[in-house]
């Protein structure tokens, strides 16, 4: 099962910031999260981990509470394209572990 | 780099006839996963491999399907045979084998069953 907790839904104004909830209150200290999101009729698609500190790419930026037992995920800008669902994962670097995907979160970018 | 090819992309098949799905991984990727994702789901791992060993097979239901990984690349997907609740989309990812990787995913196979 997984170990996260998302809504299932959200909606987000074009061009403003989509701010993703998680979870993930029985992580562990060797487990990372990650974010991934699938668009309609594509595999997922890898958008941004971290363990402790908060991350940024060309994607996202990903905020960690201090006591790792939730995170963010920010879409600065949110276009049309962003409409995705958006899974977050918690998974630790050992022999044999998966991602293990919940039903996420479906996000709808309005115009 | 080149991402993870899957093929077919589409394939339509009677219930009890079999199906097989095929998928390359990235060069030099040692883990190689494949995930069966139903309409409305996340997607739930099959089974894993650790070059060309499996890690872990425990929801693979053996008793029709069967995947095997050869010479630690490709590897395949075989359904036998196939039932009307095996209809979903089948993907295939890999990542490297070590801390903090990413996987990455192919297109996935979507297979329908009638």
């Known amino acids: 099962d997984a170990k996260t907790t998302q809504p299932p839904s959200m909606d987000c104004a074009e061009g403003r910031a989509a701010n993703l909830p998680c979870n993930h209150s029985t992580i562990s200290g060797n487990e990372y999260v990650y974010w991934y999101r699938q668009i309609h009729s594509q595999g997922p698609q890898y958008i941004i981990h971290g363990l402790k500190n908060n991350e940024t790419n060309e994607m996202a930026s990903l905020i960690i509470t201090e006591d790792r037992k939730s995170s963010t995920l920010i879409l600065p800008h949110a276009t049309l394209r962003d409409t995705a669902v958006y899974y977050c994962?918690?998974?630790?670097?050992?022999?044999?572990?998966?991602?293990?995907f919940g039903p996420g979160t479906r996000l709808s970018v309005l115009p | 780099e080149a991402g993870v090819a899957q093929s077919p992309r589409y394939k339509i098949i009677e219930k009890r006839q079999s199906v097989a799905f095929w998928c390359n991984p990235i060069s030099g990727h040692a883990t190689l996963y494949w995930y069966q994702q139903i309409l409305g789901q996340g997607p739930k791992l099959l089974i894993q491999?650790?070059?060309?060993?499996?890690?872990?097979d425990s929801q693979l239901p053996k008793d029709r399907f069967s995947a095997e990984r050869l010479k630690g690349v490709d590897s395949t997907l075989k359904i036998q045979p196939a039932k009307l609740e095996d209809s979903a989309v089948y993907l295939c990812?890999?990542?490297?084998?070590?801390?903090?990787?990413?996987?990455?995913f192919g297109q996935g196979t979507r297979l329908t069953v009638v």
């Open positions: 990812a890999s990542s490297l084998d070590r801390r903090g990787s990413r996987a990455f």
């Open positions: 994962i918690v998974r630790v670097w050992n022999y044999g572990q998966n991602f293990v």
């Open positions: 491999f650790q070059n060309n060993g499996v890690v872990d």
